[in-house]
């Protein structure tokens, strides 16, 4: 049997909760401004980037060293000039094709020899296509390095396209293009698509029915063309010194052919004159993928570390306006990040993030809100700072590890960028300001994005009824319909 609570009890519980509300308020206020306001800048460190060096052979191919000491591998890059966007129009993937055939076999070399023989230097090696160059990567042990460099002349000079090694690499293309189920990969995929529309950069993201038009002889082709080092950087990086470097390179890549040129010129694409909105199908995904982009203009002055700037800002870093508004106010989005991405001629800015479906069209609405905001208007000085803060303190972070180190140099060095970025990055980022960032996004239309949204179409389909326009495409970036909005009218 339960005992009744006596008036005087009750009095004092009430007060005790009462207590405990008044006491706990300000201190729950104080966490959800703690979660919503990013901390204060911490001092600025010195940056101190080991200096790069360069020398040019007698046929043309320039040669940049970093040393780096005490370091037991040395990472060798050679990067040709030329990437996806100079592959026939009729042929794209032949820039890839081409740079996944090179360590395929030599005269006298087969590709399971060359692999052998980079594995006995204890290394490994990588291929890598962009828009504007190809990159040819070969980790040894420092002992190594000479041998490493002899093999990559003899693959350079006495290049061999062996029958069976074109239609390995054409099927392992195929594959892993047709067995994409990435959401983030085809979402990029689509994105840039549709962004650079008719334009060279296109053929940078190709599907798996071009892949059967590959053939040796455009291969060939395509080889003898632009794989000239004249046309060509080799960065080497590691405990090495420019002598060394320059005696080893000169008897094992001063016999490569030098060869007249082409120059070409990209122009950046048209902007887009309203915003488009695109649709892929994946089944079976748990959530939506969320991809919004722009394109940028690009020069060779400060606008790019205000790029940087703002980016930060807006979505950089697990305290970025977007993360604080989609996820911790909202909650909305999972995560929700943005990046900048630089090429020859243009820049690409682009929001990603994984969003609940049913909150598909409010995130979108969002996103852009937040990106309107902070370029009509000028961003507050103490964000200025904090950003600049945070890339400066993070930076070295970013590449403290040998490999990430070296993939950075490599970037800089194919985007002709050492003077702004390796020399000068720490002043060029303390040159930026609130009107800097403000100035460097008004002639950029921000006002017309792409958006791609990939999810499953059986989950999506009535959230992406919201939009007033939707080009659906499949998962290989195929265009199919277009679902336009449903204006009900009211006949009463």
Not at 19 to 38: C, D, H, L, N, W
């Amino acid at each position: 049997m339960k005992t009744p609570m006596r008036p005087g009890k009750i009095c004092v519980c009430v007060l005790l909760g009462l207590f405990i509300i008044s006491f706990m308020t300000p201190y729950v206020s104080a966490q959800e401004k703690f979660r919503k306001t990013p901390p204060l800048p911490y001092p600025l460190p010195d940056l101190n980037f080991p200096s790069l060096e360069s020398f040019i052979l007698s046929n043309g191919l320039q040669v940049s060293v970093v040393q780096r000491k005490p370091q037991p591998f040395i990472d060798i890059h050679l990067i040709i000039l030329t990437g996806e966007s100079l592959s026939p129009d009729d042929l794209p993937g032949l820039a890839s094709f081409t740079a996944n055939m090179l360590f395929k076999g030599a005269v006298g070399l087969s590709a399971s020899q060359i692999e052998e023989q980079i594995e006995y230097i204890g290394g490994d090696f990588s291929v890598s296509t962009y828009p504007d160059y190809s990159v040819f990567s070969i980790t040894c042990l420092k002992d190594y390095l000479n041998d490493a460099v002899k093999l990559l002349g003899q693959i350079l000079t006495q290049a061999d396209f062996p029958k069976i090694e074109v239609n390995n690499v054409k099927r392992d293309m195929f594959y892993n293009i047709a067995r994409n189920t990435n959401p983030e990969l085809l979402g990029r995929k689509l994105l840039f698509q549709i962004l650079f529309h008719n334009h060279p950069y296109q053929k940078y993201v190709f599907n798996s029915s071009v892949i059967k038009r590959l053939n040796r002889k455009d291969l060939l082709t395509f080889f003898d063309k632009f794989y000239i080092p004249n046309n060509a950087r080799l960065l080497i990086i590691g405990d090495v010194d420019l002598s060394e470097v320059t005696n080893i390179t000169g008897k094992h890549l001063g016999q490569w052919e030098k060869k007249n040129v082409e120059t070409y010129h990209i122009n950046p694409p048209a902007p887009k004159t309203k915003p488009k909105i695109c649709f892929t199908d994946l089944p079976g995904a748990d959530e939506t993928t969320l991809l919004i982009g722009y394109v940028l203009p690009r020069d060779k002055t400060g606008n790019y570390f205000s790029y940087l700037v703002f980016n930060q800002i807006i979505g950089g870093s697990h305290i970025s306006r977007l993360i604080m508004n989609l996820r911790e106010t909202k909650g909305y989005a999972y995560w929700a990040f943005s990046g900048i991405e630089l090429f020859g001629n243009c820049g690409l800015f682009s929001v990603k993030a994984k969003v609940k479906t049913e909150y598909l069209y409010p995130s979108v609405k969002e996103i852009l809100k937040e990106i309107r905001s902070l370029t009509m208007n000028k961003i507050p000085n103490h964000e200025i700072e904090q950003a600049k803060s945070y890339l400066i303190g993070n930076f070295p972070i970013q590449i403290s590890g040998h490999k990430e180190f070296s993939l950075k140099v490599s970037e800089i060095v194919a985007l002709d960028m050492e003077d702004i970025f390796w020399k000068n990055y720490y002043e060029n980022i303390m040159y930026v300001n609130s009107s800097a960032v403000f100035k460097a996004f008004q002639n950029v239309r921000l006002l017309n994005p792409v958006i791609v949204i990939v999810g499953d179409k059986d989950v999506v389909l009535d959230h992406i009824k919201e939009f007033e326009e939707v080009e659906i495409y499949d998962n290989e970036g195929i265009f199919q319909y277009k679902l336009k909005k449903v204006i009900e009218n009211d006949s009463t």
